[in-house]
C-alpha cells in the first residue's frame, strides 16, 4: 500500500531536549516536504526536498533542520525545541510535480 | 512570503445544499491546488489546475482557475455528510531556479447537517 509514514505520532517533551520526527515514503518520490499546522493559521511549509541531497526553505523553518541523504526518508529535527513549536506536523510526498500528493497522518508535538 | 485569503471561514449547511468557497491572492499564480482535511487526518489532494480559466471536476466537486490567475473556486454539488472537512486552497511560487514554495490559504470549515 502506498503511503506516507510518520513517527512518532504523538509526543511530549521538554523545552531543549532535541527530538528527530522521521518521516518515510514507500512510493519512490522524489518531493518531499514538511508542514506544520496550528489552529486559524492552516498549513504552513518548514521544508522540502526536490530529491536526495537538495533541500530548501519553506516559509517557516527557522528552529527545524531536514536532510535526505536516501530518497525514502526526510527526518525533521528540532535541535532544541521551544513552547512555540508546540503543533501539528505533516511529512508529504509526491513523484515528480513540486507539490504533495501524499499526506502522513501527522505527529502531534507538544514542547512544555 | 505570499498569503492566500480564503473565504468563508466556515459554512454550515444542510445536507444536499451546494457550496462555493474561494481563493484569492495579491499575486499570480501558474498553478491552484485544493485539498480536503478529514477531522484527525492529513489532507488528500483534491484538483490541481493548471491553466487560466480551467474548469475541472472530480465527482460532485468542480475547481476553476480565476481568468485573472489572481483567483480560484471550489463548489460542492449535493453536499453529503461526508463532506465534512476542512478545504483548502494552496498554491506553488518559484523560490529560484527549479525551487518552489508551497503556501496554503487557512482553509474553510464545512459542517453538513444531514
Known amino acids: 500500500e502506498a503511503q506516507v509514514t510518520q513517527n512518532p505520532r504523538y509526543l511530549i517533551t521538554v523545552t531543549g531536549k532535541k527530538l528527530t520526527v522521521t518521516c518515510s515514503q514507500n512510493?519512490?518520490?522524489?518531493?518531499m516536504s514538511w508542514y506544520r499546522q496550528d489552529p486559524g493559521l492552516g498549513l504552513r511549509q518548514i521544508y522540502y526536498?526536490?530529491?536526495?541531497?537538495?533541500?530548501d526553505k519553506g516559509d517557516v523553518p527557522e528552529g527545524y533542520k531536514v536532510s535526505r541523504k536516501e530518497k525514502r526518508n526526510f527526518p525533521l529535527i528540532l535541535e532544541s525545541p521551544s513552547p512555540n513549536q508546540t503543533s501539528l506536523y505533516f511529512c508529504a510526498s509526491s513523484p515528480t510535480v513540486f507539490w504533495p500528493q501524499h499526506f502522513g497522518d501527522g505527529t502531534r508535538l507538544s514542547i512544555l | 512570503g505570499q498569503q492566500l485569503n480564503q473565504s468563508p471561514q466556515s459554512m454550515f449547511i444542510q445536507e444536499g445544499e451546494d457550496v462555493s468557497m474561494n481563493c484569492t491572492s495579491s499575486s499570480i499564480f501558474n498553478t491552484w491546488l485544493w485539498y480536503k482535511q478529514d477531522p484527525g487526518e492529513g489532507p488528500v489532494l483534491l484538483i490541481a489546475l493548471y491553466k487560466a480559466g480551467e474548469l475541472t471536476s472530480n465527482g460532485r466537486l468542480t475547481a476553476q482557475f480565476g481568468i485573472t490567475r489572481k483567483d480560484s473556486f471550489l463548489n460542492i454539488s449535493a453536499s453529503i455528510p461526508s463532506d465534512v472537512g476542512i478545504y483548502f486552497c494552496a498554491g506553488p511560487t518559484n523560490s529560484g531556479g527549479s525551487n518552489y514554495k508551497l503556501t496554503f490559504g487557512k482553509g474553510t470549515l464545512l459542517t453538513v447537517n444531514p
Open positions: 526536498s526536490m530529491n536526495v541531497e537538495v533541500t
Open positions: 512510493m519512490n518520490h522524489e518531493y
